[in-house]
């Protein structure tokens, strides 16, 4: 079962206007962390925001906040005033912390297009 | 200053051949990790060292040999090199942590692989 899903493969998005980013999540596992990464065309991975699961509060990081939803299981990425810049692929990524297990597993990513 | 290195940025080879990439960290983490991300840009984790002992090791072919020296380097041989081979391995290193701590990784800035 896929454990991270990212049901937008595209998104465009016009400057200055906000988008959000979806991913859903699924896990037993009730210590775990989400994160977000931002993968620019010259490849690097970027890491952007993270929310733990017994935050009470949704993470922010500047122009980013994450919209949790434990009960849904979805931790949405949010980018206010989108930028030129920002056009990426974005990735969303858990790690569950009651296994021991400390690698990150991602989704398969959206591609976000910034427009002028 | 460069916190995760990563050589050779670029590398072509032709099948059967051998091969190295090396890694290095200078953020003082005791974890480091191998990524494999597709020509579908889906990244996927290899194996992972925490100060110099195997802790993941996922479902690779035993042509893969990560070998960690000491907790700031990790490298990755791979005997025989196939065409399915081509991709782009990411080094990280994050500390290993415990529960849903933030403990984000911190990625090198990968190795295209191209096997011919």
């Known amino acids: 079962a896929q454990k991270i899903t990212q049901t937008q493969p595209g998104m465009f998005v016009q400057e200055k206007e906000a988008v959000t980013l979806d991913c859903t999540y699924d896990t037993s596992d009730p210590s775990y962390g989400l994160f977000w990464y931002k993968q620019p065309s010259s490849g690097e991975m970027i890491f952007l925001i993270y929310q733990g699961s017994y935050d009470q509060q949704n993470a922010t990081e500047g122009r980013y906040s994450l919209n949790f939803q434990k009960a849904r299981k979805s931790a949405n990425l949010v980018i206010s005033a989108s930028q030129l810049g920002d056009s990426a692929m974005y990735f969303c990524a858990m790690r569950e912390g009651g296994t021991g297990r400390r690698a990150l597993t991602f989704g398969s990513g959206t591609r976000l297009q910034v427009q002028p | 200053d460069t916190a995760v290195s990563q050589t050779p940025k670029y590398l072509v080879t032709q099948m059967g051949n051998d091969k190295s990439i090396k890694c290095e960290q200078n953020?003082?983490?005791?974890?480091m990790y191998w990524y494999k991300q597709d020509s579908k840009k889906f990244l996927k984790i290899m194996f992972s060292?925490?100060?110099?002992?195997?802790?993941i090791n996922e479902t690779v072919p035993n042509r893969f040999s990560p070998k960690s020296p000491d907790k700031a380097h990790l490298n990755l041989h791979i005997n025989s090199l196939e065409l399915g081979d081509s991709a782009v391995y990411f080094c990280?290193?994050?500390?290993?942590?415990?529960?849903?701590?933030?403990?984000?990784?911190?990625f090198g800035p990968g190795t295209r692989l191209t096997v011919t």
């Open positions: 060292y925490n100060n110099k002992e195997l802790i």
């Open positions: 990280a290193s994050s500390h290993l942590g415990r529960g849903q701590g933030r403990y984000e990784q911190y």
């Open positions: 953020l003082g983490h005791d974890t």
